[in-house]
T-cell receptor
């Protein structure tokens, strides 16, 4: 079993839709949670970072963490064609600086 | 935000040759950098942790004699793929921790194609 599970998609939605992306994890030592966006053949770009259970909002993006269920989500409101990319969840525990990534979900927003 | 650059962005080489990839933190210092490899439609797999002034730490299954890492300064780490073979063809990405050390900033990646 992988430490971090993420549905690879692809997920196709119409422009303006609300998108929900999710990851589950098994390692209870993970304390820090990140979402990255990666366009094709580019490096990942940090979108959201959080370390506590609950919601964190930044513009059209909301990150949600439920440590009791070992489940994290990223919501994208009013999705745009420019949001079409692969979204990677990433996590780390205290004392280890490297990140553990999910497999990534490929999102396509249709105009 | 912090900026990390990589050079080259794309390299094609013949089997058996060595290729060097540079990773630089442009506006901050990084005593630690990470090297990842990503195959098509797959996630990032950590290869090694590069430490300024000391030896790199390699993940299980990564050949340290094949993937040479040198952290020459607080802003530069290099990955050399020695005696490259077609199966080494991949997307190599480096990252460096941000100021709060809990996030990482990634370079744009280097696409290596070994013929």
């Amino acid at each position: 079993q992988k430490e971090v599970e993420q549905d690879p998609g692809p997920l196709s939605v119409p422009e303006g839709a609300i998108v929900s992306l999710n990851c589950t994890y098994s390692n209870s030592a993970f304390q820090y949670f990140m979402w990255y966006r990666q366009y094709s053949r580019k490096g990942p770009e940090l979108l959201m970072y959080t370390y506590s259970s609950g919601n964190k909002e930044d513009g059209r993006f909301t990150a949600q963490v439920d440590k009791s269920s070992k489940y994290i989500s990223l919501f994208i409101r009013d999705s745009q064609p420019s949001d079409s990319a692969t979204y990677l969840c990433a996590m780390k525990n205290t004392g280890r600086r490297a990140l553990t990534f999910g497999s990534g979900t490929r999102l396509q927003v249709q105009p | 935000g912090a900026v990390v650059s990589q050079h080259p962005s794309w390299v094609i080489c013949k089997s058996g040759t060595s290729v060097k990839i540079e990773c630089r933190s442009l506006d901050f210092q990084a005593t630690t950098m990470f090297w990842y490899r990503q195959f098509p439609k797959q996630s990032l797999m950590l290869m090694a942790t590069s430490n300024e002034g000391s030896k790199a730490t390699y993940e299980q299954g990564v050949e340290k004699d094949k993937f040479l890492i040198n952290h020459a300064s607080l802003t530069l780490s290099t990955l050399t793929v020695t005696s490259a073979h077609p199966e080494d063809s991949s997307f190599y990405i480096c990252s460096a921790p941000g100021g709060d050390t809990d996030t990482q900033y990634f370079g744009p990646g280097t696409r290596l194609t070994v013929l």
